[in-house]
């Protein structure tokens, strides 16, 4: 199984736009998010403008929190 993301525009009656070519002689599932109007695919996350450039990273971060406590897959 693998998965592949769609981002599907529908008309004013909601019917979709734009048919998809999909995979021959496959189940599909499928799961619809609606993207909220304010909200832009792509948009890159910023800190705030009082603190960006402010910020001082003195030694090592990684080693600051024990791998135990990462929560990674083995």
């Known amino acids: ?3 592949e993301r769609l981002i599907l525009e529908t ?3 909601g019917k ?3 048919v998809p070519l999909l995979p021959a002689n ?3 599932e499928a799961i619809f998010l609606v ?3 304010n909200e832009q695919i792509g948009l890159r996350r910023q800190p705030h ?3 960006a450039g402010k910020t001082k990273i003195f030694g090592n971060i990684i ?3 024990p791998e135990t ?3 990674l897959p083995k």
């Open 1 to 3: 199984m693998y998965a």
């Open 11 to 13: 008309d004013i009656t």
């Open 16 to 18: 979709l736009k734009q």
């Open 26 to 28: 496959k189940k599909l």
């Open 35 to 37: 993207i909220d109007e």
């Open 49 to 51: 403008q009082d603190i």
């Open 63 to 65: 080693d600051a929190t």
């Open 69 to 71: 406590d990462w929560n």
